[in-house]
Each structure stands twice: as structure tokens, then as C-alpha cells.
């Protein structure tokens, strides 16, 4: 079983991930690793601690001589503001504790984490649940795309929407439509220029303005994006048991990062608003090769991937710390208050479609490694191009019987 684990605080020393279930010689580049890092660091309209922190990934086991050694493998991303914050984080007790915080933000999980963890200092729920964690996630998942890079599997993201503010020209309606267009394979080069990872300038400079006057405010901005992964063959996941569900895998992965509010796979909420005629894709036979004209349902039928690329939509809610609270209560008076202030971004919509991209790299990696994993790269990909070979005519064969 593919897994990882992630820990540390926003403002501890750092954050660690240990990777479990990769097979070995897996080559892992590390100059990838860290770029990865970078793209979820950048974005217009995100806070001062990406001006503080350069994430970069240490490695200390599991990879030798570049290559993966079959063994768990430990990443370590050093938090560079740490140097502000040993005493305020400190691990031993001491004497002169800072202040503790007592005003929960709305929309934040302060108060409830408070309330489940027995605190009683929303410091400690802060830290955790902050969005920090997330370079740890990108962090293991980058090696997860390495791994799929093995067997023409890519894994991109777009920024749809931010603020309300769609494109004239929708790339992911026509990621659904009759024919995939020939930008799907340069869907991260044309992102990563945009300051705001969207796909032309237009559309940039409009979300640009509406940031400006948002941040004027002291309100912030949600949106949405839209994950691609294409060379992903038929058979990941299964219709046998819930839990094993392909898209029930995707959607939780996806709905764990901070702030998702919602996942949609294919055409997603609209199969609820039209006829069936218009949701299901139609099966032809062209050149003795099984093909559909049409991708409605995501890449993905019965719990099961159908061969075409997966398209994953998902929408994340605006940032709850606001530079202009909204209403709260201070926990330690008991009074009526505004929220409090924590540095935060005002969008963070770039940054997730990137940690988006990551988590599906993951989910697709895990399904992957259940069908065709084994305890070598080598053992791995023969047992893909076994597959690859056979399926397709054992089908037409059992059919003929």
C-alpha cells in the first residue's frame, strides 16, 4: 500500500513526510522536488511568509545514489521563521509564556479544534491546521509524479475562476467535449506564467484588479480550478467494494486540503440539470480501437478508469482570516468581539490548484501501485506492458467465445 504521513506546525522547526510503498530504483530528481515547492508558493495576492520561506526538501532515507531503495523514505522542509518563533513554540515548558490566543476566527478551525483537543490556547489548533502543511504534501507528491512520469502519466492544473470571474474561452468545457484540445499537453507551461495560474491574459489582468480592490477592503477571495491527468489506463479502482472507488478516492484526497468546499469529476453537478443523453459518452469502434467522442463523466465510469484523461473541478472558499474581522467572541472574557488577526494570504487560489494537482498525482500513484505495483520499478513495468498487451484482445477474445 502507497501511503504518507505528514508532520510539524505552521511555525515549528519544520515539516517532515514519510512515504511508504514506493517501489525501488525509482530515479528522483530533486531539482523537481523543489520546483514543485516553488509553484505552490507563488500567486498574486498571497501573504508575507512567502516572502520569509524558500521551501526546499531535504532528504534523509529511503534514496541512495538517486535512486529509491524500496525502504521508507523521509522528507524535511526547514521553516525558515522557526528563528522568530522558539520561544512562542517552544518544546520544553517555560517560565514566560506568551500571550495566549482567545479569540477564534469564523470559518477557521480555532474553536472547534479548541473544543475537540481540550486547549486552552487556540495557538495550538492554529498551528496545525494551517495550510503550511500542505508543503509537505506537495513534497511526496512530487515524487508521486516522478513515479507516474515512468508510464506517461501527467498530472496538470489550471485556475478556472477567482472571485467569480471565469474566462470567455472555458478550457475545462472543452476538456468535456467532442474533441481534447491541443493545449492539454501545455497546461502547466501557459498556468505557471500567470501570476494567478490562469491561461490568458485577459482573464488575468481582470482577476488581478478585482484582488486589488479586495485586499483594499480587507476581504479575501475564493475561486476555483480544474486538475487534468491524461495517460492514466483503464482499470485503476474498482466497482467491487465502496471504499475502493477510484473517484470516491480523488474526492476525498481533493475535499482534505484546506478550504475545499467542493469536488466535481467530469461534467460533475450539471448530470444532475440535463437529459442522460447529454451526460453519458458514447462508445464507437474506430480503427479496432475502443473510443469515445465525448469525456462527460471525467475519465472515470463505475468507480473505474475509463482510459480518457480525468478532469477533476474543484472550488475553494475564500481565506477566513480577514484583514477586516468579521464578528466573534473572546473565549477568555466571554465578551463579544471582533475576530483576531493572523498573517494570512488574501488568495490562495493558485497555490491550491497546484496542491490539487498533488494530491490527485497521489491518488492516481496509490491506484497504480495496487493494479500494477511491484517490488522493483522493473517488476512494475513489466507488469504494465503485460497489461498494455493483453487486455484489450482478451476482451475481444472472451467476447467471441
Given at each position: 500500500?502507497?501511503?504518507?504521513?505528514?508532520?510539524?506546525?505552521?511555525?515549528?522547526?519544520?515539516?517532515?513526510?514519510?512515504?511508504?510503498?514506493?517501489?525501488?530504483?525509482?530515479?528522483?530528481?530533486?531539482?523537481?522536488?523543489?520546483?514543485?515547492?516553488?509553484?505552490?508558493?507563488?500567486?498574486?495576492?498571497?501573504?508575507?511568509?512567502?516572502?520569509?520561506?524558500?521551501?526546499?526538501?531535504?532528504?534523509?532515507?529511503?534514496?541512495?545514489?538517486?535512486?529509491?531503495?524500496?525502504?521508507?523514505?523521509?522528507?524535511?522542509?526547514?521553516?525558515?521563521?522557526?528563528?522568530?518563533?522558539?520561544?512562542?513554540?517552544?518544546?520544553?515548558?517555560?517560565?514566560?509564556?506568551?500571550?495566549?490566543?482567545?479569540?477564534?476566527?469564523?470559518?477557521?478551525?480555532?474553536?472547534?479544534?479548541?473544543?475537540?483537543?481540550?486547549?486552552?490556547?487556540?495557538?495550538?489548533?492554529?498551528?496545525?491546521?494551517?495550510?503550511?502543511?500542505?508543503?509537505?504534501?506537495?513534497?511526496?507528491?512530487?515524487?508521486?509524479?516522478?513515479?507516474?512520469?515512468?508510464?506517461?502519466?501527467?498530472?496538470?492544473?489550471?485556475?478556472?475562476?477567482?472571485?467569480?470571474?471565469?474566462?470567455?474561452?472555458?478550457?475545462?468545457?472543452?476538456?468535456?467535449?467532442?474533441?481534447?484540445?491541443?493545449?492539454?499537453?501545455?497546461?502547466?507551461?501557459?498556468?505557471?506564467?500567470?501570476?494567478?495560474?490562469?491561461?490568458?491574459?485577459?482573464?488575468?489582468?481582470?482577476?488581478?484588479?478585482?484582488?486589488?480592490?479586495?485586499?483594499?477592503l480587507g476581504d479575501t477571495l475564493g475561486g476555483t480550478f480544474v486538475v487534468v491527468v491524461t495517460g492514466v489506463p483503464v482499470g485503476l479502482g474498482t466497482f467491487t467494494h465502496f471504499e475502493d472507488k477510484l473517484d470516491g478516492e480523488i474526492a476525498q484526497s481533493i475535499m482534505s486540503i484546506n478550504a475545499i468546499k467542493g469536488v466535481e469529476i467530469g461534467i460533475g453537478f450539471e448530470a444532475a440539470n440535463v437529459p442522460g443523453s447529454f451526460v453519458h459518452d458514447e462508445i464507437y469502434l474506430k480503427n479496432k480501437k475502443i473510443i469515445r467522442k465525448t469525456n462527460r463523466a471525467g475519465g472515470i465510469e463505475g468507480g473505474i478508469s475509463n482510459g480518457s484523461p480525468i478532469i477533476i473541478r474543484a472550488a475553494m472558499k475564500p481565506i477566513a482570516t480577514l484583514m477586516n474581522p468579521l464578528h466573534s467572541i473572546d473565549l477568555a472574557t466571554e465578551k463579544n468581539i471582533v475576530s483576531r488577526r493572523e498573517r494570512s494570504d488574501f488568495v490562495a487560489v493558485p497555490a491550491c490548484a497546484v496542491i490539487g494537482e498533488s494530491m490527485a498525482a497521489w491518488s492516481i500513484s496509490k491506484y497504480f501501485q495496487r493494479k500494477f505495483g511491484g517490488d522493483s520499478m522493473k517488476e512494475t513495468l513489466a507488469n504494465f506492458e503485460n497489461y498494455n498487451n493483453t487486455h484489450i484482445s482478451n476482451l475481444r477474445e472472451n467476447f467471441k467465445k
Open positions: 500500500m502507497l501511503q504518507f504521513i505528514t508532520s510539524g506546525e505552521s511555525h515549528g522547526k519544520g515539516l517532515t513526510v514519510i512515504i511508504n510503498g514506493l517501489p525501488s530504483n525509482l530515479k528522483i530528481d530533486l531539482d523537481f522536488i523543489n520546483n514543485e515547492l516553488k509553484r505552490r508558493q507563488h500567486g498574486y495576492g498571497r501573504g508575507l511568509r512567502m516572502k520569509i520561506e524558500t521551501d526546499r526538501v531535504d532528504i534523509l532515507s529511503g534514496v541512495r545514489f538517486g535512486k529509491t531503495l524500496g525502504s521508507p523514505i523521509t522528507l524535511f522542509i526547514k521553516n525558515s521563521d522557526w528563528d522568530n518563533w522558539t520561544e512562542k513554540m517552544s518544546y520544553t515548558d517555560i517560565e514566560n509564556k506568551p500571550e495566549k490566543v482567545t479569540i477564534p476566527r469564523p470559518g477557521h478551525a480555532d474553536l472547534v479544534g479548541s473544543i475537540k483537543y481540550d486547549f486552552d490556547d487556540i495557538r495550538n489548533s492554529i498551528e496545525r491546521s494551517s495550510a503550511r502543511e500542505t508543503a509537505a504534501r506537495v513534497a511526496a507528491c512530487s515524487i508521486a509524479k516522478l513515479y507516474l512520469n515512468e508510464f506517461g502519466i501527467k498530472v496538470q492544473s489550471f485556475v478556472e475562476s477567482i472571485g467569480g470571474i471565469y474566462p470567455k474561452n472555458n478550457l475545462y468545457n472543452e476538456l468535456l467535449s467532442d474533441t481534447l484540445p491541443k493545449s492539454i499537453n501545455k497546461i502547466n507551461e501557459t498556468a505557471d506564467k500567470s501570476q494567478v495560474r490562469v491561461l490568458d491574459e485577459e482573464h488575468e489582468n481582470k482577476i488581478i484588479n478585482k484582488i486589488k480592490k479586495i485586499k483594499k
